[in-house]
């Protein structure tokens, strides 16, 4: 999709941003896993078993 929205002249640009961003992306899911863990250490298991509970109900 992005080549077919992407001038030719500028797609080798627009592959290096998006990739750029990917990696942000992915990176910062890490750090924001840990500092939601780190506030809650005991509401992630408990939210975890809640829905564990919910889906086995149905």
Do not use: H, I
Not at 9 to 25: H, I, M, S, Y
């Amino acid at each position: 999709m992005l080549a077919d929205l992407t001038p030719r002249t500028d797609r080798e640009r627009a592959f290096g941003l998006l990739k750029v961003v990917d990696n942000a992306e992915f990176g910062s899911g890490f750090v924001a896993g840990g500092v939601l863990y780190g506030l809650a250490k005991t509401a992630v298991f408990v939210v975890d078993g809640a829905t564990c509970g919910a889906v086995a109900e149905n």
